[in-house]
């Protein structure tokens, strides 16, 4: 199987753990077959009276050995076989953190974080109940078995035994089938729960909006529905359990009837002893623990063995984005070159380097979402030399975030369509890539840490004085300094403790801080004021001048100073120029100045009739005042 095979190859790295543990579990498994039959040699030597109290001693003696060679024998084979399992976890678990890392966004888009949380969680449990304690009860339930029957048969009688085992062959059958149904319906219970996991992380990450709408009790109907089906789940479970170990219990009562009703027979008419009676007695009840075991052994290998099928589902997943063979090869040769002959500065970096100019090409760029219909973007095609500021501008939907996405390879596009200083991206490494952009995205992510350490998320170290900087530039270092802690704040979850504006203002500080030849803003002033947006695009222009940065914005007022506007319409570059270029030509562009001009001109309006109600003292009356301040706008506005 698939799963078996998967499940090896972790397994092999502890091996010497495992022989160890098992080793250990055949020797406690070996001593405990003695403890019967000192029984049943004592018994037999006092009412036979051939044992004396020295004859007792020594019993009693060894007894007392193999009691302490039992508790030993436990604790190591616990030791092994538990420690191999939790190291195993942990690596499952680090493996598959790191392989999640290396997916592409579609992956993340397809699949939901809570179903991802629950592999995290619930099944990698299971996956350790399986290799552990799973393991540990079908050893010890087959060599146990083995040895007290083959003990049965040697030292008592063998019908008596082929007796009493004919309830433990039904147990055997019983379980085999239990394992194919529970199986199942354990795989079922880890969908509900890996959905039920989804909404609540879904619902306590958008409690505001929740809050906002006053939805809390449809939320908490639509939770209780998906908590009702979980239950259903589980109980599905819980019932099959519950027929299940009563009759298995029943079956073992049986066998210890037969072997009270037949055995005594036996020991009445001599053909066995009174002390190997007592002896059987006690190797029947050594019975029930293995086929307790067998049970309990196939329903964790059922439920480890779903949960490896939900997890190797995660670790077989392919990034459709990732580095190609030939990737690299273009910049290892030029890394053997002298930097007198390469003609460029190296910058290390936790190693080589190679630093981009930022001159981008896009050629006859096309690129649809998975899924979509339409394409997001349709035969771009734009030179933008290094040390350039572009704009770009559209309506919503237009494709400017997934332009910018596409330079990152977080969704992957056609060779040659993007080349930065000339190399299509597909031939230069991820990482070397992704190093060289520093990016601030629309949904200003920021991690629950100090500000210190989400500014400094994408630099080397954590120098005070670069951040410092790096949050001066990005007009945040007066409004981290009014924080009691200042860089030592923690935010919140996703920075719910900050302002709109701080959010932003952090994350182009953390832009900065990594000092990267492309510089991409994704909307990052829309919640800033227009005096700090002001002040911002000043830095920027004199900490980015040499270096290519692009500004993706709806405010013209945030963009007007580039030094190339993009404008995109439906995914297709409509307009591409200077600000006095665009306006001359009275296109789109031209059209969105005059309308974004107007609005804030009537706001100004709107906020100068404001101040005149709250100040005036006498003159016409209000609602005069309101109707000649509505017939201005109009008038304005034709």
């Given at each position: ?349 936790g190693g080589y380097r190679y630093p981009l100019t930022g001159r981008i090409t896009f ?276």
């Amino acid at each position: 199987m698939k799963e078996v095979r998967f499940i090896m190859q972790y397994i092999k790295k502890h091996k010497w753990q495992y022989i160890a543990g098992i080793i250990t579990l055949f020797a406690v498994d070996f001593a405990n077959l003695y403890i019967p039959r000192i029984t049943g040699a004592i018994t037999d030597g006092l009412t036979a009276h051939t044992l004396d109290w020295a004859g007792v001693r020594k019993y009693l003696l060894g007894v007392l050995i193999l009691g302490l060679t039992l508790a030993v024998g436990r604790f190591l084979w616990r030791y092994f076989l538990f420690g191999a399992s939790r190291t195993i976890e942990k690596e499952l678990r680090n493996d598959m953190f790191a392989h999640l890392e290396t997916m592409d966004v579609e992956y993340f888009n397809e699949n939901k974080t809570g179903d991802l949380m629950t592999r995290f969680t619930s099944d990698l449990n299971a996956i350790r109940m399986a290799i552990g304690m799973a393991v540990i009860s079908a050893f010890d339930a087959t060599v146990m078995t083995v040895m007290v029957i083959g003990q049965m048969m040697v030292y008592v009688n063998v019908k008596l035994t082929l007796l009493a085992l004919v309830p433990m062959l039904v147990i055997c059958g019983g379980t085999i089938y239990y394992g194919r149904i529970i199986h199942v319906r354990y795989r079922e219970r880890q969908e509900a729960v890996s959905d039920l996991t989804d909404y609540v992380q879904e619902s306590f990450s958008g409690i505001r909006v929740i809050k906002a709408f006053v939805r809390e009790q449809a939320q908490l109907k639509a939770f209780t529905r998906a908590n009702e089906r979980t239950r259903e789940k589980n109980l599905k479970l819980v019932h099959l359990q519950a027929v299940m170990m009563p009759l298995l219990e029943v079956f073992i009562g049986l066998s210890s009837l037969i072997t009270l009703v037949y055995g005594g027979y036996l020991a009445l008419v001599g053909e066995i002893t009174l002390g190997r009676f007592v002896a059987f007695h006690q190797y029947v009840n050594m019975l029930v623990w293995p086929m307790l075991a067998c049970g309990d052994a196939i329903n964790t290998f059922a439920q480890g063995g779903a949960s490896i099928r939900r997890v190797r589902a995660v670790m077989e997943a392919e990034p459709q984005v990732q580095d190609r063979p030939e990737a690299g090869s273009e910049l290892r040769a030029q890394a053997s070159v002298p930097r007198s002959a390469s003609g460029g500065e190296e910058k290390e970096q936790g190693g080589y380097r190679y630093p981009l100019t930022g001159r981008i090409t896009f050629s006859h760029l096309t690129f649809t979402h998975k899924g979509a219909a339409e394409p997001a973007l349709q035969d771009i095609s734009l030179e933008v030399p290094a040390g350039t500021t572009l704009a770009v501008i559209g309506r919503t939907g237009s494709g400017k975030s997934t332009l910018v996405s596409l330079m990152l390879r977080l969704y992957e596009t056609e060779e040659g369509m993007i080349l930065l200083d000339g190399r299509d991206i597909h031939c230069i490494p991820l990482k070397e890539l992704r190093e060289q952009i520093a990016c601030v995205p629309q949904d200003n992510f920021l991690f629950s840490d100090t500000l210190k350490a989400n500014i400094a998320f994408g630099a080397a170290g954590e120098d005070e004085e670069q951040i410092k900087a790096a949050a001066e530039a990005a007009c945040i270092h007066e409004s981290i300094m009014e924080f009691p802690q200042g860089y030592e704040t923690v935010v919140g979850e996703r920075g719910v403790t900050l302002s709109g504006g701080q959010k932003q203002r952090s994350s182009i500080a953390r832009a900065l801080m990594k000092d990267a030849p492309i510089l991409i803003l994704d909307d990052a002033l829309s919640a800033v004021d227009t005096d700090t947006e002001e002040q911002l695009l000043g830095n920027l222009r004199e900490n980015r001048r040499g270096r290519t940065t692009i500004l993706i914005a709806h405010r013209i007022s945030t963009i007007q100073h580039a030094d190339m506007i993009l404008v995109l319409e439906e995914g297709r570059a409509a307009e591409v120029g200077s600000h006095a270029q665009l306006m001359e030509r009275k296109g789109i562009y031209y059209e969105m100045f005059e309308k974004q001009q107007l609005e804030a001109a009537m706001g100004e309006q709107r906020a100068a009739l404001h101040r005149e109600y709250t100040e005036k003292e006498a003159g016409a009356p209000q609602g005069e005042a309101i109707a000649a301040a509505a017939q201005n706008q109009r008038e304005e506005a034709e």
